[in-house]
Protein backbone atom coordinates (compact mmCIF):
# COMPACT_ATOMS: atom_id res chain seq x y z
CA UNK A 1 0.00 0.00 0.00
CA UNK A 2 0.84 3.56 -0.85
CA UNK A 3 0.12 6.56 0.85
CA UNK A 4 0.17 9.84 -0.76
CA UNK A 5 -0.27 13.33 1.06
CA UNK A 6 -0.58 16.76 -1.73
CA UNK A 7 0.23 20.16 -0.78
CA UNK A 8 0.38 23.65 -1.58
CA UNK A 9 -2.71 24.25 -3.30
CA UNK A 10 -4.27 27.84 -2.58
CA UNK A 11 -5.13 31.06 -4.25
CA UNK A 12 -3.26 32.43 -7.25
CA UNK A 13 -3.52 35.34 -9.70
CA UNK A 14 -3.83 34.35 -13.51
CA UNK A 15 -0.06 34.16 -14.75
CA UNK A 16 1.45 33.54 -11.74
CA UNK A 17 3.00 30.44 -10.58
CA UNK A 18 2.50 27.50 -8.05
CA UNK A 19 4.01 24.71 -6.67
CA UNK A 20 2.47 20.90 -5.73
CA UNK A 21 4.05 18.70 -3.69
CA UNK A 22 3.16 14.97 -3.74
CA UNK A 23 4.88 13.17 -0.38
CA UNK A 24 4.70 9.18 -0.84
CA UNK A 25 5.04 6.37 1.60
CA UNK A 26 4.86 2.81 1.65
CA UNK A 27 7.56 -0.02 0.55
CA UNK A 28 7.14 -0.38 -2.87
CA UNK A 29 7.02 3.28 -3.84
CA UNK A 30 10.23 3.07 -6.02
CA UNK A 31 8.48 0.22 -8.38
CA UNK A 32 5.42 3.01 -9.09
CA UNK A 33 4.85 5.84 -11.58
CA UNK A 34 3.44 9.09 -9.52
CA UNK A 35 1.46 12.38 -11.32
CA UNK A 36 -1.00 14.50 -10.52
CA UNK A 37 -4.74 14.72 -11.64
CA UNK A 38 -7.31 17.29 -11.69
CA UNK A 39 -11.13 17.74 -11.76
CA UNK A 40 -12.81 20.97 -12.62
CA UNK A 41 -16.31 21.17 -11.05
CA UNK A 42 -19.12 19.79 -13.09
CA UNK A 43 -16.19 17.71 -15.02
CA UNK A 44 -14.56 14.75 -15.39
CA UNK A 45 -11.04 13.97 -14.02
CA UNK A 46 -8.34 14.54 -16.18
CA UNK A 47 -4.63 13.46 -15.94
CA UNK A 48 -2.14 16.11 -16.17
CA UNK A 49 1.54 14.97 -16.05
CA UNK A 50 3.12 11.35 -14.17
CA UNK A 51 6.26 10.28 -13.76
CA UNK A 52 7.72 7.19 -13.35
CA UNK A 53 9.96 7.39 -10.52
CA UNK A 54 12.37 4.52 -11.52
CA UNK A 55 14.11 6.24 -14.18
CA UNK A 56 11.92 9.94 -14.83
CA UNK A 57 9.76 8.76 -17.87
CA UNK A 58 6.55 11.50 -17.75
CA UNK A 59 3.65 11.77 -19.66
CA UNK A 60 1.90 15.51 -19.91
CA UNK A 61 -1.04 16.53 -20.92
CA UNK A 62 -1.40 18.57 -24.10
CA UNK A 63 -2.96 21.45 -22.74
CA UNK A 64 -0.65 22.13 -19.87
CA UNK A 65 2.85 21.73 -22.21
CA UNK A 66 5.75 24.48 -21.49
CA UNK A 67 3.51 25.61 -18.73
CA UNK A 68 3.66 23.01 -16.42
CA UNK A 69 6.75 20.86 -15.04
CA UNK A 70 6.53 17.16 -13.03
CA UNK A 71 9.83 16.60 -11.01
CA UNK A 72 10.74 13.91 -8.76
CA UNK A 73 13.18 13.83 -5.75
CA UNK A 74 13.43 9.74 -4.97
CA UNK A 75 15.66 10.42 -1.57
CA UNK A 76 12.31 12.26 -0.26
CA UNK A 77 9.84 10.03 -2.06
CA UNK A 78 8.23 13.41 -3.73
CA UNK A 79 6.80 14.26 -6.30
CA UNK A 80 6.16 18.14 -7.60
CA UNK A 81 4.23 20.08 -9.82
CA UNK A 82 5.50 23.19 -11.21
CA UNK A 83 2.96 25.55 -12.82
CA UNK A 84 3.77 28.63 -14.47
CA UNK A 85 1.82 30.97 -16.67
CA UNK A 86 -1.31 29.89 -14.85
CA UNK A 87 -5.01 30.24 -16.69
CA UNK A 88 -8.27 30.64 -14.90
CA UNK A 89 -9.17 27.24 -16.71
CA UNK A 90 -6.47 25.60 -14.71
CA UNK A 91 -8.82 25.82 -11.64
CA UNK A 92 -9.55 22.31 -9.91
CA UNK A 93 -9.21 20.32 -7.34
CA UNK A 94 -5.37 19.10 -7.82
CA UNK A 95 -4.95 14.87 -6.64
CA UNK A 96 -1.78 12.91 -6.72
CA UNK A 97 -2.16 9.40 -7.56
CA UNK A 98 0.11 6.71 -8.17
CA UNK A 99 -0.07 3.52 -10.17
CA UNK A 100 2.32 -0.05 -9.00
CA UNK A 101 4.67 -1.08 -12.25
CA UNK A 102 5.07 -4.09 -13.19
CA UNK A 103 7.33 -3.94 -15.94
CA UNK A 104 10.48 -2.07 -16.61
CA UNK A 105 10.17 -0.97 -20.58
CA UNK A 106 8.56 2.29 -21.49
CA UNK A 107 6.34 3.48 -19.61
CA UNK A 108 2.67 4.28 -21.01
CA UNK A 109 0.32 6.39 -19.39
CA UNK A 110 -2.82 4.31 -19.09
CA UNK A 111 -5.47 7.26 -17.96
CA UNK A 112 -7.63 7.82 -14.15
CA UNK A 113 -8.42 4.46 -14.03
CA UNK A 114 -5.29 3.38 -14.34
CA UNK A 115 -3.90 4.39 -10.95
CA UNK A 116 -3.75 2.39 -8.19
CA UNK A 117 -3.85 4.97 -5.08
CA UNK A 118 -4.88 8.56 -4.57
CA UNK A 119 -4.41 11.37 -2.03
CA UNK A 120 -7.33 13.68 -0.97
CA UNK A 121 -6.50 16.37 -3.19
CA UNK A 122 -5.75 19.85 -2.79
CA UNK A 123 -7.68 22.64 -4.35
CA UNK A 124 -6.22 25.29 -6.88
CA UNK A 125 -8.03 28.41 -7.98
CA UNK A 126 -6.58 30.74 -10.46
CA UNK A 127 -8.47 34.64 -10.70
CA UNK A 128 -8.79 36.49 -13.75
Known amino acids: EVQLVESGGGLVQAGGSLTLSCAAS????????IGWFRQAPGKEREGVSVIRLSDGSTYVEDSVKGRFTISRDNAKSTVYLHMSSLKPEDTAVYYC?????????????????????WGTGTPVTVSS
Open 97 to 117: ASEYLYYTGRYYYTGVDGMDY
Open 26 to 33: GSTVEHHA
